[in-house]
């Protein structure tokens, strides 16, 4: 009987996901020659990140991949364009390639290097664009990648790399000015153009790194859930096959490698720009009708901060969706940007690890614009306490994940914890009567005041509520006397004439006393990496409160 009703269970759940593929185009009637073609590529190269850019060569050879600052290129081309580069690389003098990093900015090369690592069958590192010298060279040797495909603005940063890696080689993937003897990406196309490397051993598999903004980045590996995944994602955000996404947050990123792969499997248009600028932003998703615009949350509020004259003259009339992941979105910024185009926007609580766990919808947002939603489908969510016991709905606990794509553990050793079969996110939360959830912070931000417990981002919130704030960071600090203490680092609004005892007073009119910070210090921005996470050890040392 169990096994009837497994069977059932399992019939259902394709048929679910069959139905939400064929209603967003994913699924479509098409000729039987690329029918064809798919099963060739798939034989091919198996199913890996990248295989649904070969597939949407197959199904829309002429239709446009990418639109970048250097134009167009149509899928076919890319796929050509990025045979060559593999074949290029292959060529490359030394010892046959085994790993190949990147470090670039959202453009065309970055993709086509991408797919020719997969087209080799080798791994590919993507290297964080804010790293330092010595966290490049920490991550590549780690990695044993010994080839690094580069914008030429990072060369300065490869000194390091150099002198640790034996046998380095370099190619340049987007130049400014000429590099006399440089190896570079369009180079190899050029020189290797018409050819194709023999079909790979196996797949060539992505290694995302974890964001390292409290320590060091470390290599994940994660088996793709397929089908059941695409179809969880699309039933909360309702991406089109064949229509234009523009894709902002930086691919070198778990979530804007993420979105970048999803376009490519719904064969969409991905507009990208190598650096973000919030009207230019703007001004892509009018000039190409886009539908969908990916972004990570501080993204958003550079967008609703811009003046309102500039934000009159953007309409977005074709835009039905934004998504956004990677750090906590700031209420007001959500809620501004909802007033001005329209409830569109898709709040997703994901981990490196753990792929999509959660998506906020506009609706979601409306009533609390600080919830990570509810839990997609395949999906499930529970919080444990410290002792791994359930807590109860309104009390805060460790976020704990089990769902259609298990994390396969870190490249250089290591697992996340279990508990009961759920893999431990880092993350702790709460979950709301409506069974919405909400991510409090990292279990490591948790500080012990006299005894007290306390997550910075309650008090993060609570300051940010305050209208003369732009911006603001709770970190916990050593204190000789409480054992720890809470400080808070605030970027004002603009024009705004806030003191610290403004802030103090406020917090202590809303939360116990315990949680206000003794320290209040004012800067002009927040140290962020590229994919918008404040960088807390960058933050300056507190001393007496400002």
Known sequence: MNAVLATIGTVRRQLW??????????????????????????????????????????????GTAIV???????????QDTSAALAVG???????????????????????????????????????????????????????GADLIIYDEEFAGLLGDVRARVDGLREVVAWTDTDVPGAATVDGLIAQYGGQHPPPP?????????????TGTPKGARRSGGGADELAAMLERIPWRAEETVVVAAPIFHAWGFGQAVVAATMTCTIVMRRRFDPEATLRLVEEHSASGLAVVPVMLDRIVDLPPETLDRHRLPSLRFVTASGSRMRPDAVIAF?????????????????????????????????????????????????????????????????????FEGYTHGGDKEQVEGYMVSGDVGRFDPEGRLYVVGRDDDMIVSGGENVYPVEVEKTIGALPEVREVAVVGVDDDQFGQRLAAYVVPAPGAGLEADAVRSHVKEQLAGYKVPRDVVFLEELPRNAAGKVVARDLPTAGSAS
């Open 17 to 62: 996901a069959f139905r939400l593929l064929v209603s967003s185009g994913m699924l479509t009637l098409m000729r039987p020659d690329k029918y064809v073609g798919m099963m060739r590529v798939l034989r091919r190269y198996g199913t890996s990140a990248t295989t649904g850019f070969a597939l949407a060569a197959v199904r829309r050879p002429d």
């Open 89 to 143: 690389l292959a060529d490359l003098p030394g010892r046959p390639v085994t790993s190949v990093a990147v470090l670039a900015r959202n453009h065309r090369g970055l993709v086509q290097a991408l797919i020719a690592s997969a087209r080799l069958g080798v791994p590919t590192l993507l290297l964080n664009t804010g790293f330092s010298g010595p966290q490049l060279a920490d991550v590549m040797e780690r990695e």
């Open 68 to 78: 970048d600052e250097r134009g167009t290129i149509t899928w076919a081309e890319l």
């Open 338 to 406: 909802m007033d001005r185009f329209g409830d569109v926007v898709h709040n997703s609580y994901n981990a490196t690890e753990a792929g999509q766990i959660s998506v906020a919808l506009p609706s979601d947002l409306r009533v609390a614009p600080d919830t990570a939603g509810r839990p997609v489908v395949g999906t499930e969510v529970r919080l444990f306490d410290d002792n791994g016991r359930p807590v109860p709905v309104g009390e805060v606990g460790r976020i704990a994940v089990r769902g259609a794509s298990p």
């Open 201 to 213: 051993a196996g797949p060539g598999r992505v290694v995302l790194l974890t964001s390292g903004t």
